[in-house]
């Protein structure tokens, strides 16, 4: 029912920046929790970030905190990624997911299984 495309990954170098897109359809988007997600080569699927349903509530994990700014606007149906000082350990495969469950805390969204709906992945590299 709800599809997630995720765009604006690419090569870029440590210390620059990229911000990566998601746009959603088929479901109420407004009601869905947004998060991403990322998964390097022999690694399980990490945590990065989540927004709540008004964006006025974020998560994020220890490694991308300052760095990374999840946002979300509603009327476009879009989740955002914008990823600042990037090093060579954020490359991965960025996923965006949306939950339609409810958890009274932000931060227990950061599990893989709080999710319901993922998207196909959009690759990241940041060279040294």
């Known amino acids: 029912q709800v599809q997630l495309v995720e765009s604006g990954g690419g090569l870029v170098q440590a210390g620059g920046s990229l911000r990566l897109s998601c746009a959603a359809s088929?479901?109420?988007?407004?009601?869905?929790?947004m998060g991403w997600f990322r998964q390097a080569p022999g690694k399980e699927r990490e945590f990065v970030a989540a927004?709540?349903?008004?964006?006025?509530?974020?998560h994020y994990s220890d490694s991308v905190k300052g760095r990374f700014t999840i946002s979300r606007d509603n009327a476009e149906n879009a989740v955002y990624l914008q990823m600042d000082n990037l090093k060579p350990e954020d490359t991965a495969v960025y996923y965006c997911?949306?939950?339609?469950?409810?958890?009274?805390?932000?931060?227990?969204?950061?599990?893989?299984?709080?999710?319901?709906?993922w998207g196909q992945g959009t690759q990241v590299t940041v060279s040294s």
């Open positions: 997911a949306a939950s339609r469950k409810y958890y009274s805390s932000t931060n227990m969204y950061a599990a893989v299984g709080a999710f319901d709906y």
């Open positions: 088929g479901g109420i988007f407004s009601a869905y929790t």
């Open positions: 927004s709540r349903w008004s964006g006025d509530s974020t």
